[in-house]
């Protein structure tokens, strides 16, 4: 499904006070042998949630810009990580935009530029999509995202809103990837300690900051990527001969804290 709001992309933050977290999902119990991880936690934009940016490129070239130039305005710490910390709105991340192109194209074309860039359509991956709901019948799943205050509408319009077991959100937590304590967030919102956590991102410097907080990490390129990171938690739950049960039903218990 493809809808529309703000773009937002994983960036360099500086750290803030953060809120006490939520209480965490139940732990899923041991995880059987070579499993590295107990809890997986997802990035969203470029993992799970991609863009549509043609129609701004179209607009650059009609402007007289090179394709990019937009995203590298918008992108630049001093205007997206307000947008992205919660500070400002999305409309306001246009007109720091525009700001930023008016003297090169007039004031007109700079907000049209930007409020294409805000308002590109998104779409959700349906393989990647499979590939979490399967994992999350095994161990707790977990997005981590630099997203905005729209995110829970965005996740929504998707078709999302429950495909985690929590969603960590740099709006919400005042601090961004690849600060340390959104990762630490992320691993008692799981409920298990971050060297049990399998960590998905598509930018390095993030998989970078995981992986020196002793999580198991899997920089995604493509679906294989994220297939291959899973392993058999991408089976579907089967029937269980011994204990007359899906393995699927038994992780839902053990998160609501009874026995299967």
């Not at 918008?74 to 919660?86: H, K, Q, V, W």
């Not at 007039?106 to 590109?120: F, P």
């Not at 990647?128 to 707790?140: D, I």
């Amino acid at each position: 499904m493809s809808t529309r709001h703000a773009p937002a992309r994983d960036r360099t933050p500086i750290a803030s006070t953060v809120p006490p977290p939520a209480a965490a999902p139940a732990p899923v119990g041991p995880a059987p042998a070579g499993r590295a991880f107990d809890a997986v936690l997802c990035d969203l934009d470029n993992v799970i949630r991609f863009y549509d940016t043609a129609p701004l490129a179209a607009l650059e070239r009609a402007a007289g810009l090179p394709e990019g130039t937009t995203t590298d305005i918008a992108y630049a710490p001093g205007i997206d990580l307000p947008l992205l910390l919660g500070r400002i709105t999305p409309d306001a991340w246009v007109e720091s935009i525009a700001a930023g192109l008016t003297e090169r194209v007039g004031a007109e074309r700079a907000h049209e530029l930007g409020r294409a860039l805000a308002d590109a359509p998104f779409h959700a991956d349906e393989e990647v999509v499979s590939l979490l709901r399967r994992a999350r019948a095994h161990v707790p799943l977990v997005l981590v995202t630099n997203a905005t205050l729209q995110l829970d509408a965005d996740l929504e319009l998707l078709g999302l809103s429950d495909l985690a077991d929590a969603v960590v959100s740099s709006a919400l937590e005042q601090v961004a990837k690849p600060d340390p304590v959104i990762y630490r967030i992320a691993a008692e919102r799981a409920g298990v300690p971050m060297e049990r956590c399998l960590f998905v991102d598509d930018r390095q410097e993030n998989i970078d900051a995981a992986a020196a907080l002793g999580m198991t990490t899997a920089l995604y390129r493509e679906p294989a990527d994220l297939r291959r990171a899973l392993g058999p938690c991408t089976e579907e739950a089967v029937e269980d001969p011994t204990l007359g049960a899906t393995v699927e039903a038994g992780v839902k218990a053990q998160r609501a804290g009874r026995e299967p």
